[in-house]
């Protein structure tokens, strides 16, 4: 699969936003289930990103 500089970046910033919950969620920061559907979310749009891009040429 060849990878576009879009796919590229929407999957780094993704990847940095879920580890940012992440680290919230584990300082106790944010609460366990916000830092759940956080990286719920962020995965989600991995994936969408991901499909959206192989199937649509983007």
Do not use: E, P
């Not at 796919?7 to 916000?34: C, E, H, M, P, Y």
């Amino acid at each position: 699969m060849h990878w576009t500089r879009l796919q590229k970046a929407a999957l780094g910033f993704n990847l940095f936003l879920g580890l940012i919950i992440l680290l919230l969620g584990l300082t106790r920061l944010i609460s366990v289930d916000t830092t759940v559907t956080g990286i719920l979310i962020v995965v989600l749009l991995s994936i969408v990103g991901l499909v959206r891009g192989k199937f649509w040429g983007l």
